[in-house]
């Protein structure tokens, strides 16, 4: 499940392109400026024909924390709609998703774009990251999260990244990340965590 997120970022541009919301659940924001303070960030040549193809009205991050002076300026500066961990306890995670879909559809109800950070999640349930801080979502509000968006009928597409095997330190953190992943992903297609059962189901006649 790691990933070659360039290959993935232009992925969610064609499909953003598209009249779509984005949703996203990040421990950071991946907002790249010149600024930035991580050494890390690489230059990204032959992307000059990317324009901008989804407005910051139609943004929301989620869960963040740990978040660069410079990012903040430009979340503000772009009026995006942002719940930090401390907006989440504060609120509730049902109390967040609710005002979130209620500003998303302010206007005019579009397909959602999930994009999950694995690390949005508290690095003591998914330690196999690149870049785990501590104080993130529990295992219920990240399930919850994508039962609640599933039950819209509007999640049209969902991506699933940071999860790195490769900086897991034992078994048991490789495996606790995976299978936390896939139970996000799971929860996009419609598992809930009570079972499925068909409603009109009935005991068996003796």
Aim: with cysteine.
């Amino acid at each position: 499940m790691q990933t070659n997120q360039h290959t993935l970022r232009v992925n969610v541009y064609f499909h953003l392109h598209a009249s779509r919301l984005g949703l996203q659940f990040f421990r950071y924001v991946c907002i790249g400026q010149c600024s930035s303070s991580s050494p890390q960030l690489p230059p990204l040549p032959n992307f000059s024909w990317m324009k901008p193809c989804v407005s910051s009205r139609d943004l929301v991050y989620i869960g963040l924390r740990d978040v660069d002076p410079a990012e903040c300026y430009i979340m503000k500066l772009l009026a995006v709609k942002v719940f930090s961990m401390t907006q989440v306890d504060q609120l509730g995670m049902a109390r967040v998703m609710e005002e979130t879909c209620d500003y998303l559809w302010d206007r005019t109800k579009k397909p959602i774009h999930l994009s999950y950070d694995i690390d949005a999640i508290d690095p003591s349930i998914t330690p196999a990251t690149g870049t785990p801080a501590v104080g993130g979502l529990t295992y219920r509000e990240g399930v919850y999260i994508t039962e609640y968006l599933y039950q819209t009928g509007l999640l049209s597409a969902v991506d699933m990244v940071e999860v790195n095997p490769l900086r897991g330190r034992t078994e048991d953190d490789v495996r606790s990340t995976v299978s936390t992943a896939v139970d996000l992903l799971l929860g996009c297609f419609g598992r809930r965590r009570e079972g499925n059962h068909l409603p009109d189901y009935s005991l068996p006649e003796p």
